[in-house]
């Protein structure tokens, strides 16, 4: 029943900022995307880094995405960039939107990956 909601949710929120119009502000896909594009070392690639995998453990603890036990934040950021550079369409969209369902995609939970 969530996830079936979940994803009315973040198909809606999507097309409403689209129906809006480009958004140009700094918590868009495409500035999120920039900040995880950045040199190493910088404070936009620790800002990203910071937002993907808090994101991703919040997800995780809710029971929408359920990662490898293997994953690393690199690889966390790196479906991100994955989503996004295939997705330019939805650059505009809320960075809270994109990192969720480009998570969701790479770690789609089934019954038996559950830990709760």
Known sequence: MI????SVLVVS?????NAQGSRTDPDTVQSLRADC???PLTARKAAC???????ADQLAIEGHICPRAATTPADEV???LD???TNSERWNIPKA???LVSLHQ???CDESSRFY
């Open 78 to 80: 790196q479906a991100f």
């Open 97 to 99: 939107a994109g990192v």
């Open 13 to 17: 929120l999507a097309l409403a900022v």
């Open 83 to 85: 989503w996004a550079d």
């Open 106 to 108: 790479a770690w789609r």
């Open 37 to 39: 594009r950045a040199p």
């Open 49 to 55: 880094k910071g937002y993907v995998t808090g994101t």
């Open 3 to 6: 996830r079936p909601l979940l």
